[in-house]
């Protein structure tokens, strides 16, 4: 069956649906989409016309199978139920995943026979980041707790254990005896430090000290930490900051936080130097102050990050490094200690290319 929807543009019935915020959508008995609202447009990127005579099937993002839509289905058209409601991932004109809370129902002719189906979509991008941010702080909470109870539990034995085995070493002349001890006092202090990010992770705001810093000279603190590394492999490393950009920040966080990224971009260029790449190498530091926002750049000529691992590049414990070269808890210290300070991060990666981190932090210049 079909039919042919009539639009009176003095209806109400018309105006409301036509100017409703959520998405909405009518298709005949066939499946074939007749009426398409504005607010269903802006969502999907599709135009008016794209839609009308097409199927609802060109939204499908491939997240629910084939029997999640036969289900649906059947409780649509079971008197008994006669309606469906329900979350689902639909898919953009331009590929983007909009996850919507979608009902679906069914209207009758004069004939109380089915003419057609309309779909009500409510999105829910802004709930789904939302739920992911508080399910990352409950993360970060049991990983504080964890981390308090490690630093008590095991950083007393830890002491002990590696001042018995400096003890050791200060009694024995047997080179594969103070071999094996420094091995030991080596592991001692890797599991130290591991103890210590974990803190650093689910460290409180409380213990902020925001002031006005000189971005310039904080910069030039670490590649004067960093900058030997980079000239043994030689790799350029250039600044190019303006000497009186200032910023709201932490001081010793902002250090970790360029620490941090620098010393993973050191990594990407070394592992692009060992795979043979004999392309020039780069490290550069830039900034550029926008209205009350400092964006500044770390961007390097490394080995890049594949599509799947940027999804999981802030999560705890994810790491791309061999075993025994990284934690994984690197870039989700930077991301935590950027949100203390009231600040933001993101990136953008090529694979065999580069990446570059942008931090965007607050100016401490007056306006």
């Known amino acids: 069956m079909s039919f042919e929807f009539a639009v009176d543009p003095k209806s109400i019935f018309f105006r409301c649906v036509e100017d409703s915020g959520e998405a909405i959508m009518i298709s005949d008995t066939q499946g074939t989409l007749v009426y398409v609202n504005p607010a269903w447009c802006k969502a999907y990127g599709y135009t008016k016309e794209e839609a009308i005579g097409s199927s609802p099937k060109l939204l499908h993002s ?22 469906w409601k329900g979350e689902l991932v639909n898919k953009a004109k331009d590929g983007t995943l909009v996850p919507v809370q979608l009902t679906i129902t069914p209207f009758k002719d004069d004939d109380q026979q089915i003419a057609g189906f309309m779909g009500i979509a409510a999105n829910m991008s802004y709930q789904k980041e939302l739920e992911t941010k508080i ?36 009694q024995t002349d047997n080179p594969t005896m103070t071999k094996n001890l420094e091995l030991i006092t080596s592991q001692i202090d890797r599991i130290s430090k591991l103890i210590r990010s974990l803190l650093s992770i689910s460290r409180s ?11 310039h000279s904080v910069a030039e603190e670490i590649i004067d930490l960093v900058g030997q590394n980079l000239k043994e492999d030689s790799v350029q490393i250039t600044m190019e900051i303006a000497e009186n950009i200032m910023i709201k920040a932490d001081h010793a966080r902002l250090q970790q936080v360029f620490l941090n990224l620098i010393v993973n971009s050191i990594y990407a260029i070394k592992k692009d130097i060992e795979q043979g790449k004999k392309r020039p190498h780069f490290l550069k530091i830039s900034a550029l102050q926008t209205g009350s926002q400092v964006d500044i750049r770390i961007q390097d000529s490394g080995c890049g990050i594949s599509p799947e691992n940027m999804k999981k590049l802030f999560k705890p414990f994810f790491t791309t490094k061999d075993v025994g070269e990284g934690t994984g808890l690197g870039l989700a210290i930077v991301a935590q200690l950027m949100r203390e300070m009231g600040g933001k991060i993101s990136v953008e990666s090529k694979l065999n290319e580069g990446t570059t981190f942008t931090l965007g932090i607050i100016s401490g210049q007056s306006y």
């Open 135 to 170: 399910t990352h702080q409950d993360r970060l909470a049991s990983i504080g707790l964890l981390a308090s109870g490690l630093a008590h539990e095991v950083g007393t034995p830890l002491g002990v254990i590696r001042g018995r085995a400096e003890f050791l070493m200060m």
């Open 205 to 215: 705001v409380s213990e902020l000290n925001i002031q006005t810093l000189n971005l």
């Open 62 to 83: 491939g997240h629910q199978p084939q029997e999640f839509y036969q289900e649906m289905w059947r409780k649509i058209l079971n008197p008994s139920v006669g309606t």
